[in-house]
């Protein structure tokens, strides 16, 4: 073999494992990136003379488990809506503080036990007062609920605008990878393509199919969010009726309504347009109830000032917001009816008989708290359903997680070993290149 094709051999074995060190230490440094792939040098053997020696790089392998990334999106996109969800629904449940004493169980039960108190006191000032007071407290209850969710519906309404900003913006940043890999893919943008991927899967149910060249085309609902040089992007708009808001997905400027799936976006959504509205509404049907069966008895009935056709709580409720006491009770305690026109002083057959309100199954054939507590059933059973849902949907995410680091992950251990394997046959054909020149400047120092 001539003297120059050992050089030639030489110098292309010691820059192949140069850029195996380099790889192997670019691993290293990032063990602790999530985002990063690992890298893999391939070196094939190099062929001199009668032998083979030497070695040479073939290629950088990118390391992946394209299956796993691909259902890693999928997957991702329920466990953060089901986060979203049990996050929301706790609060939606929190609003009722059905765990203290202004919850409005505690409160109507104590209110209808008031009119018992004053139906066997009919005449004294203080049971009265009793009755107003909890008419009052729980009126201001259900005032203080309708209050609370219908805050938590704009905070929620202000929220899905930076998330489909969010979203808009990745969508972006990927057309732009995809137009970088169109001129030459490397593997630091296809570490960028997936975060950005697992980013917007988060949000979004989105559908990835990847070309060869690495570019990937993106839908949602079955439309082209990205495909080569097109980007659509999301848009939030608010339309309102009968007094109830709801926000619908459209895409780019268009009427198209999209369906965003699954993800925190999902979640949002249904909370704004659904839930609440749901608990709302179940709130007014109750305060209306309460309101129109309570008047009903009480203004047959004949008060202290001798006068009947008095309403106890405000006529013509129509919800939750407007469920109060009337005003003109709350100012003056004679106008509690308690008796019947055709009897006399000590009767309290009126105030016995709002009492026993609360034993009639007359709202959807339930009695009132019956109703009440169903709807808190309801909600409880969703917020356990949610937490069962994002428990196992974190098993399934981490599963799959798993197996794609056992493929793209980092082994400290692993990587150390292969560095000083490489360092060393580094050295190793460093010596061979010593060597043959020595013998070059030896033999040329024979003439």
């Not at 249904?270 to 069966?293: C, G, R, T, W, Y």
């Not at 002083?345 to 009492?355: D, L, N, P, W, Y």
Request: no cysteine.
């Amino acid at each position: 073999m001539p003297i120059s094709n050992i050089y030639e051999l030489g110098k292309q074995t010691l820059l192949a494992y140069q850029s195996a060190i380099q790889t192997t230490s670019g691993n290293i440094s990032n063990s602790n990136n999530e985002n990063y792939s690992r890298r893999r040098v391939e070196l094939s053997q190099l062929v001199g003379g009668f032998s083979g020696i030497g070695v040479s790089v073939e290629e950088s392998v990118r390391m992946r488990q394209a299956f796993a990334e691909h259902q890693l999106w999928g997957e991702n996109q329920h466990l953060n809506e089901f986060q979203t969800s049990n996050t929301l629904l706790r609060q939606i449940e929190g609003t009722f503080a059905e765990d203290t004493e202004s919850g409005i169980t505690s409160l109507l039960t104590e209110f209808w036990n008031s009119w018992s108190n004053l139906a066997n006191d009919p005449e004294n000032e203080y049971s009265r007062a009793i009755v107003r007071d909890k008419g009052v407290l729980l009126s201001n209850s259900f005032q203080r609920i309708h209050t609370d969710l219908r805050e938590m519906q704009d905070q929620i309404r202000q929220e899905i605008d930076p998330h489909i900003t969010e979203v808009n913006q990745t969508l972006e940043e990927l057309s732009r990878i995809n137009q970088r890999i169109r001129s030459g893919h490397s593997d630091e943008l296809l570490d960028q393509r997936d975060q950005l991927l697992k980013k917007l899967s988060s949000e979004i149910d989105i559908k990835v199919k990847e070309q060869d060249s690495g570019m990937v085309n993106i839908y949602l609902d079955g439309y082209v969010l990205i495909s080569d040089d097109t980007i659509n992007t999301l848009r939030a708009q608010q339309s309102s009726s009968n007094d109830e808001n709801k926000v619908t997905i459209y895409i780019g400027t268009s009427d198209t309504a999209l369906n965003v799936g699954s993800g925190k976006l999902k979640s949002l959504l249904k909370a704004h347009n659904e839930e609440i509205p749901e608990q709302l509404h179940n709130l007014d049907q109750l305060a209306v109830h309460i309101a129109d069966s309570v008047n009903a008895v009480h203004e047959t009935g004949e008060n202290l000032a001798g006068s009947t056709n008095v309403s106890f709580f405000t006529s013509n409720v129509t919800g939750a917001a407007d469920f109060k006491v009337n005003s003109a009770v709350v100012n003056d305690l004679s106008l509690i009816a308690s008796r019947l026109p055709t009897e006399g002083e000590g009767s309290g057959s009126v105030a016995q008989e709002i009492s026993d309100l609360q034993y009639a199954s007359t709202l959807n054939g339930s009695t009132d708290l019956e109703f009440y507590h169903s709807v808190m059933t309801q909600l409880g059973n969703k917020i356990q359903e949610a937490d069962f849902q994002e428990k196992s949907q974190q098993l399934i995410v981490e599963q799959l997680q798993n197996q794609r680091d056992s493929v793209t992950g980092v082994s400290i251990d692993e990587e150390m070993t292969q560095l000083v394997q490489f360092q060393q046959a580094y050295q190793a054909a460093a010596k061979i290149v010593t060597t043959v020149d020595e013998m070059v400047n030896t033999v040329l120092g024979m003439h």
